[in-house]
């Protein structure tokens, strides 16, 4: 064995690691793919020209094991980065380097701190760091993250990964983190990573009643594609230039979305003219399987391969492909050049990402070890849980008072380690839970786990009750977890867990006070809300490595809350007025409606719910004029016609109380336009205000495009309608401004059509 | 992304896992590789005739990307088990499954306890552990494990991983290393794990006045081949059956060992009859390129690379073979069918291993975490650490006196972690350090570093000073560490560092008694053992996860020690009267000669020195015959002729002291016979009797055999020669037998012949 003259790395990495290839001594030195002057495609067309029929098909699945015959090394395409490095990463052993990377909290909680810069550098840190790790052959260059598939029925394990239910607020997110996962295209030649949208589209069901997602057919309307189910990927494809897809395991309207020429060809390429040739699509994870095995769309294994392809989808997870795409050739079932295309797509990609180029000229080859878990990062990480956290409750007794000393912590989330990572996590470097954070604060600290998450032990009531009787307040931190809800696991109750909420009564029926944070998502609180013997109510979702101290800065006051729910939490009942199956937006036939656009019930806690510390006041500055001929609107329209601006808000946020805060300004739409019926109201902007001394006063500007006031019609056109408009400020409508659009109505974008099935 | 309908594997393993073959569903169930009633060549050649040309030379370095069109998958060859897992495992995050595994001593320490059970204990514990990993998909099958050449010279930076410098102690050692390494043969048709016994051959230079390992061309006469350097392999390759062979870096008298048909063909496949189809050679990493670019033995890349594959090496660590293979196919340099043939090799030995059978049916395949640092592999750890520790100098202060309670620990290794480890080390459960075990047998304890390992600062005497005076006694615990002898970086010193020596010397000089413990590998310690301020002096190497432990279950006498030195230690001034390069063993012109064999100067301590709590004499029962005919001892000859048995020994042993103990048992042959000069003797025997308790007797039985008595002569024969034999028990002769061999000197063993170079 020799380590230390073939180079530093290969004594520290695991044997299968992310090499690069040697373009300076290898065999494809003087191939053009390691001709930095010639383009991406050139010279990944140089590259895969030297692959036999043989090694093309070998390198289709998400394992490639690269041409080592002409230098070319192994690479995996499939690499985590949700909410920090997960899969894909080679730890390093504990103590050493590489051994963790910064974990930030769920999407879920991230999205309802509404900050789009935050988003933007948290995408910024994990980003370095996966390349830090990249440097080391730690980890790979793309990552397939995020996940922007609506959140609309609380049941969905994975909701938790994305950042909520509004498509508006999804788009605005997404194009924070995809900059920040990529880079910026301005300063740089070379991408800092490839972010994936996943799924594409209509993903949103583990599993329910027995429909897997594997082979689900999601019937979605053509509308509520275009309003729903399609924006977040428009915006992360045309406006957002995202460098890779994901199609989906489920079908829709009949045809396995990995195979969906209309879908991937169609309308993400050809419409959103998403075709760089370094932008790929992969399935995900043996969907390009399911569509012969789950979705029987094709009798032989060879056709799905070879419709998957067709279709536009460039890499398979799974062995799939190369298992069947050599006899789908020998039937001709596709042209060898469509395969070439596939592959020149994807080194294209590494070619963007500096992968052939010489480390020295490459400032993100530079990123090391010391750039993980800075300082920085570390406070981000906290941060950004702390500005999610939600106030859902408070009588007043929050922030606590300086002369409580003796907590009660009860609950099963008090000791929480990896649960507050929720899922697709990775090693952190160090996992704070509400219990050593309340000592961290100095608390003198009574800990009694007093029930499961769910389970019917009552065995440590009695230990609760009685720590909570000698306490100056009772914390209780409980809910759901990763036990609950995850990938391939739906929840069937949106109800909080029985022996939780028992024992939550018992305590809330004593006179020390109580406070409930309350993780996971959500579940019906109402009991709480309503129960006098509780003075405040927070969720925390899943806060990631620096959890509990979060937790307990908002709790002190050290932070001032102001996260708004991303999501609407509905009463328990909601779960048997709807089926998961059911794709529809709009209230119908066993359909009470869905998010807080649709949902004809009344929600326990409304999207963009969330108190603060302090008060607040926000007014409109009117624009003078109040009403917009809509032919006037598009004289001077952008390409993407919905891209047009319409007008900038002005908004005046005072601080009318005595705590200094953030406040999250959220803008709606209301109004009667367009198809009805009409939704309730849809969020057209936000911004979170930092820092608003008491007593202050901070102008905002909120921008409006087209795309803000159009809605789409039965055809699945965005269409701009004449009709009567209002914008209102947050929920509980702080200030609002009605203008009137006046003309004909005008088709801002249609799409092509789709072919008819059988 | 789909995790838990795959497989729970794939949610916890890197990307780049090593997974098995699906013989039930994948592409490869109808072919024969999948046909667990074909023997492994059948299977293996119907498997390798399915790749292309290009897909089996991608597959001829050590990251084999396997051929994923067929559902073969990767397969990582380079895998480290030399005294635990180490390199090419994917370790779990800290506090997972799998963040661990048993990490025992350097065999360099192991190798002092001179107990072949206890080695093969510890290798079967590691190969559980391998399988327990490989069953995660985190570890190979194969491991390049032991390192058994020689360690001839004090210097040399990786003499740490042998067991020592004696050729019969090796090959017993290495017997039993590789049983308990790949399984009982006649337990079951699976092979446990594959062993590699490397560096084949004459490897045991790292650098040395400018002359590095990689284009060392090592002059070596067929005599000391015969006699010192080929042993331990002949035994590993021919007698205990392993399955993989390493070439080394360097050349033998002008041929690269991996070029070298004589070494490879010749000699180990057709001479030692190692030639089942399962048993391969690989390269040192990088070895094969170094044919060319450092041995420069060929003029072209293309012609090393065919050297090597037609002399017989079937896998290339590196990129070297994958990358010139096909040009010197096309060249014309080889025959497909030799490509073939070391193909087939390979995945033969995967067949052997139940690599392509299904999990169910094989006991290996059902090992788990729960198998990783059991309690039993706990203790055996700790247990391997206590028995190789030596005792070289005692004034009967050891075992410690029960009222001694304030402890002064000084010196740079009372707080070692990884140190404790030496090289190839993994991640361990735990690493209990001198400090920690001190504290944990219930002393107080006062810890100064007070010296570097090997610094001119002397900034912490004065604190050492204070510390121990005040205690009732000091240890020292020091020498030398990995940044001073490692791979790739031999010694030029053997003395102490001056300045842990000067501290040393001046702790002596107190009126605290003062104790030993000197770590890492030999260095002359002639001033301690002669220095009276010195009460007592240990050696314990690298002794591995629990070595604080181990040395104060010593001190204390907790465990009695009773290992012996497996290297001579050489007086320092020893560097300057023989070159590194020089591989003559017998003294000669600017050598002084090697080994206890052979060495004409006085060491400080022989080979198998070492002191016990307690005194043994050892009394030989003498066969009634004590002269022999050759021509008698060879009329029922084994097939190896050297095989054959010569006598059985009976030794009767016994504690003449009052502590229970071990006693290392040596048997050493010396006697005027074969060529001059004889050596000063030879181990023939050895066994470690456990636990012989006070005023008890014990009776062992020593095997021997004709290759015990059996001398090389200038040819490389090997020779019974007539004369005057004796045995000899220990290294203060407690006992002696004289025999005599008559008749005409016989060959035992005749090397093909050598072909002559150019």
């Known amino acids: ?140 260059l793309n990552y397939w993250t995020p996940n922007i598939n609506p959140y609309k029925d609380p049941r969905w394990g994975r909701g938790q990964e994305t950042p909520g239910e509004d498509p508006f607020h999804i788009s605005s997110y997404v194009n924070a983190l995809v900059a920040g996962f990529q880079g910026g295209l301005d300063d740089l030649p070379y991408k800092k990573g490839v972010a994936t949208c996943k799924h594409f589209a209509g993903y949103d069901l583990e599993e329910s009643g027995g429909v897997q997602r594997y082979g689900f057919d999601a019937k979605i309307s053509f509308q509520d594609l275009r309003d729903y189910y399609l924006p977040s990927f428009q915006q992360c494809a045309r406006d957002s230039n995202v460098q890779s897809v994901m199609c989906s395991y489920n079908a829709v309207n009949g045809v396995p979305t990995c195979a969906d020429e209309w879908l991937l060809q169609s309308l993400l390429r050809e419409h959103w003219g998403w075709t760089d040739e370094d932008q790929w699509i992969t399935g995900d994870c043996r969907a390009i399987q399911n569509i012969w095995d789950s979705h029987h769309y094709t009798s032989t294994p060879e056709q799905a391969a070879a419709d998957a392809l067709n279709a536009g989808t460039d890499l398979d997870c799974g062995t799939f492909w190369p298992t069947y795409l050599g006899s789908a050739y020998n039937q001709s079932l596709y042209n060898i050049s469509t395969l ?164 939550i009564n018992q305590l809330s029926n004593l006179s020390t006070p109580l406070i409930i944070s309350q993780m996971g998502c959500m579940i019906d609180s109402s009991s709480l809300l309503t129960n006098p013997g509780i003075n405040a109510l927070i969720w925390a979702g899943y806060p990631g490595q620096d959890g509990g101290t979060a937790i307990f800065n908002i709790l002190t006051g050290k932070s001032a809350p102001a996260g708004r729910l991303p999501i609407t939490q509905y009463p328990s009942n909601y779960v048997n007025q709807v089926s998961m199956t059911d794709m529809n937006v709009k209230p119908g036939e066993n359909n009470p409606g869905r998010t807080y656009k649709w949902y004809n019930g009344t929600p326990v806690f409304e999207f963009g719910f969330g108190l603060q510390y302090t008060t607040f006041n926000a007014t409109i500055i009117s624009p003078s004029p109040n009403a917009f001929e809509i032919s006037d609107l598009l004289s001077n329209a952008s390409t993407y016609k919905d891209l047009t601006p319409f007008l900038t808000l002005p908004v005046r946020v005072s601080n009318t109380g ?31 205000i ?69």
């Open 340 to 503: 070439d295309r596939s592959l020149i797509r994807r080194y294209a990609s590494l070619v963007r990402l500096g992968y052939f180029d010489p480390a020295s000229v490459q400032p993100y080859r530079q990123l090391s070890w010391s750039d993980v878990s800075s300082p920085v990062a570390q406070k981000l990480a906290l941060q950004s849980a702390e500005d999610g956290i939600v106030l859902l409750k408070n009588d007043g007794f929050l922030p606590l008072s300086s002369n409580i000393t003796n907590l009660a912590l009860i609950g099963p989330w008090v000791n929480a380690t990896t649960q507050m990572q929720g899922n697709y996590y990775g090693q952190a470097p160090y996992l704070r839970s509400p219990l050593v954070a309340a000592q961290n604060a100095g608390f003198n600290v009574t800990y009694v786990q007093g029930a499961d998450i769910d389970s019917t032990s009552t065995a440590g009531f009695t230990a609760a009750i009685t720590a909570a009787e000698k306490a100056d307040v009772v914390i209780y931190i409980g809910g759901i977890d990763d036990s609950i809800e995850d990938e391939a696991k739906d929840r069937t109750t949106i109800s909080w867990p029985a022996t939780q909420l028992s024992l």
């Open 690 to 758: 930092h820092d608003v001394a008491a007593g202050k006063t901070a102008n905002s500007e909120l921008k409006l495009n087209l795309a803000s006031l159009a809605r789409g019609n039965e055809n699945g056109d965005l269409v701009l309608y004449p009709g009567d408009y209002k914008v209102v400020v947050d929920i509980d409508g702080k200030d609002e401004w009605g203008f009137a659009l006046n003309g004909k109505e005008m088709v801002l974008d249609s799409w092509p059509e789709k072919p008819k099935l059988g």
């Open 658 to 688: 005595s705590t200094k805060s953030d406040y999250v300004l959220l803008l709606f739409l209301t109004g009667s336009f367009g198809p009805t019926p009409y939704p309730k109201k849809s969020l057209v902007a936000y911004t979170r």
């Open 1 to 140: 064995m020799r380590f230390s003259k073939l180079s530093s790395a290969i004594a520290i990495t695991s044997a299968s690691a992310q090499k690069f290839p040697d373009c300076v001594n290898g065999p494809l030195a003087n191939n053009t793919v390691c001709d930095t002057t010639a383009d991406p495609y050139t010279r990944a067309t140089a590259l895969v020209s030297l692959f036999t029929l043989a090694e093309k098909i070998n390198n289709t699945g998400n394992t490639s094991p690269g041409v080592p015959r002409i230098g070319l090394p192994a690479y995996e395409w499939w690499n985590e980065a949700l909410h920090g490095l997960a899969f894909g990463a080679s730890w390093g052993a504990s103590g050493n380097n590489f051994s963790y990377s910064t974990s930030f909290p769920q999407p879920i909680l991230m999205g309802a701190a509404f900050d789009d810069e935050l988003i933007h550098n948290v995408a910024s840190q994990i980003s370095t760091e996966a390349r830090a790790f990249s440097n080391a052959n730690r980890f790979g």
